[in-house]
């Protein structure tokens, strides 16, 4: 794909969208901020980093079973299809099932971090010279038009374990929305991260190197970038725990002073101790995440378990 193709995003997520979300989720009575922020550059850098530290499991637990995945797909799926990667960041999921299933023509990347994105994108194009590839800036939480394909047909992609990211009704609204993107009689390839101690979650959400931290921290930095105010996050930590009655981790910056933050014409309040949530991760056994996803029209045509049932990964088709 000719580099100039890659430098322009055909879809732009407003500015304005990101001034409203935190100033409504800063003023609810439990502030939160959506996890969909942590991912600027700089996030999106530290999201590289947490991936290769021992602690963080979901990413090379994925990565080995990926192969075998891949291979299976190839045999699956015959015909030649256009590939949608919902969150796509740094596209090394990807390469697995491009190496593997040739009919794969076109590959389009959806990211709400549009630098890191065509970075990732004019990487990848040189490997895969022979791949159309066509990245979109923007919020795969909504439906996408993601533009004429040529007749060829779509399989979804959703690596990692951020579908646990979503409450399980946010979960569903994505599951349909996803269809809605896709069409008719496509295809989803979803990783779903699996229930399992408490000890090995709580580790990988709280390394040692303090990544995970300063990931989180970082959400702070981008409200300052964005806003005419700068947030001291010396007044908060990074904390983050597993809610085994939810079946989730939660993720939390903990407030260690009183004091009020202005927003331009905003004004927050923090108690010591108050939180902001920033995230959850979801886990679900297999039989959850089937019930999830026939609730909203998917049927399961394949799953594969890594070992120990670390982790899943579900092949999805649509039923209309």
């Not at 430098?7 to 800063?26: C, N």
């Not at 999201?47 to 602690?55: N, S």
């Not at 946010?170 to 993107?181: D, G, Q, S």
């Not at 108690?271 to 998917?298: M, N």
Request: glycine share 6%; aromatic share 12%.
């Amino acid at each position: 794909m000719p580099e100039a193709a890659l430098r322009k995003a055909e879809y732009s997520v407003e500015r304005d969208e990101f001034y409203k979300d935190v100033i409504d989720g800063l003023t609810k009575k439990t502030k939160t901020l959506h996890p969909k922020y942590f991912y600027d550059k700089k996030g999106s850098e530290y999201f590289d980093q947490i991936c290769d530290l021992d602690e963080y499991y979901p990413y090379k637990t994925e990565l080995a079973l990926l192969p075998k995945i891949a291979a299976d797909v190839a045999k699956l799926l015959e015909g030649e299809y256009a590939l949608i990667e919902f969150g796509a960041g740094s596209l090394l999921k990807v390469k697995p099932l491009l190496q593997a299933v040739e009919g794969i023509k076109k590959f389009i990347p959806i990211d709400i971090s549009g630098d890191h994105l065509r970075e990732s994108c004019l990487d990848l194009s040189k490997e895969f010279s022979k791949l159309v590839v066509s990245p979109i800036e923007g919020d795969f939480c909504q439906p996408i038009e993601i533009g004429d394909v040529g007749g060829l047909e779509k399989i979804g992609f959703f690596p990692g374990s951020t579908i646990g990211n979503f409450k399980p009704d946010e979960a569903k609204a994505f599951l349909a929305n996803a269809r809605t993107t896709l069409g008719k009689n496509s295809y989803m390839i979803i990783g779903v991260d699996t229930k399992k101690s408490p000890e090995k979650l709580h580790r990988a959400y709280n390394d040692k190197d303090g990544v995970t931290a300063k990931f989180n921290l970082n959400i702070l930095d981008r409200i300052s970038s964005h806003f005419d105010s700068v947030v001291a996050k010396e007044k908060f930590e990074h904390y983050a725990y597993y809610n085994m009655y939810k079946g989730c981790i939660e993720m939390h910056l903990v407030c260690l002073e009183p004091h009020i933050l202005y927003l331009d014409d905003t004004a927050v309040e923090f108690e010591k101790g108050e939180s902001i949530h920033t995230e959850s991760s979801f886990k679900y056994s297999p039989k959850e995440f089937t019930a999830l996803a026939q609730s909203v029209g998917w049927q399961v045509e394949k799953l594969w378990l890594a070992q120990d049932d670390m982790f899943s990964t579900f092949l999805l088709k649509s039923n209309a």
